[in-house]
């Protein structure tokens, strides 16, 4: 497919901390099973055995009887080690949708057996400064002591690159950051940002109203 020459929309906006429980709302999507409610949550997890991805299969009489539960996983052909470290969200029916990032931006994102991985906690998250990186519509965003600058490539028929700048202070012992876009705006974006060890959970993207284009995502620090 032919891209024109990118060009890039600027917002600025405004960061504040942002405070909640435990953690941030899920922001992953795996084919099937059941909706995930606005409730879950992501998780850090560790591989302890190799474990594959799978696919969900859509049942057969799906026409005629629309029940997610009625479809089946089969087992891909990607798979982690043990060691490996991903985002999961919550189980269902023994397994997890997963997102695993690995060093170079490569995103693998699907259902993973629950009994394959453990879930950390108290795990330190890196430094909010920095690249973090994702290869789902070439997302990087670069962040320093002073402004972060998020990129991805939206969608349509002609996608182009979108960017967004926001002044940045570092917030002092906090795993969340909220990304406010000062009123008043056609669209006022806020963004939600949740790190999980090497990971970041980037969710409320539909608040930004773009079309043919989502913020939301999963980046891992490079």
């Not at 997610?68 to 991903?86: C, K, T, V």
Request: glycine share 8%.
């Amino acid at each position: 497919m032919k891209i024109r020459p990118h060009f890039t929309i600027c917002m600025l906006l405004s960061a504040t901390i942002y405070v909640q429980s435990a953690a941030a709302e899920s922001g992953l999507f795996c084919h099937g099973m059941q909706d995930e409610q606005p409730k879950d949550r992501a998780q850090l997890a560790e591989i302890t055995a190799r474990s594959y991805f799978f696919d969900y299969r859509y049942p057969d009489d799906w026409n005629e009887n629309p029940k997610l539960e009625n479809g089946h996983l089969q087992q891909g052909r990607s798979y982690l080690i043990a060691g490996d470290r991903l985002v999961v969200g919550p189980e269902q029916r023994g397994y997890r949708c997963g997102y695993y990032i690995n060093g170079k931006g490569i995103q693998t994102a699907n259902w993973i057996k629950a009994d394959t991985l453990r879930v950390l906690s108290d795990v330190t998250a890196a430094d909010w400064r920095g690249v973090w990186t994702s290869n789902d519509s070439h997302r990087q965003l670069r962040i320093t002591s002073r402004q972060a600058v998020y990129q991805f490539i939206g969608g349509g028929s002609d996608p182009s690159r979108i960017g967004t700048i926001f002044p940045f202070t570092v917030p002092a012992n906090q795993q969340d950051a909220l990304l406010i876009a000062p009123q008043p705006t056609d669209a006022p974006c806020e963004l939600k940002l949740h790190r999980l060890g090497e990971y970041l959970i980037i969710t409320n993207g539909e608040s930004c109203g773009l079309i043919n284009a989502n913020p939301d995502g999963v980046l891992r620090k490079r």
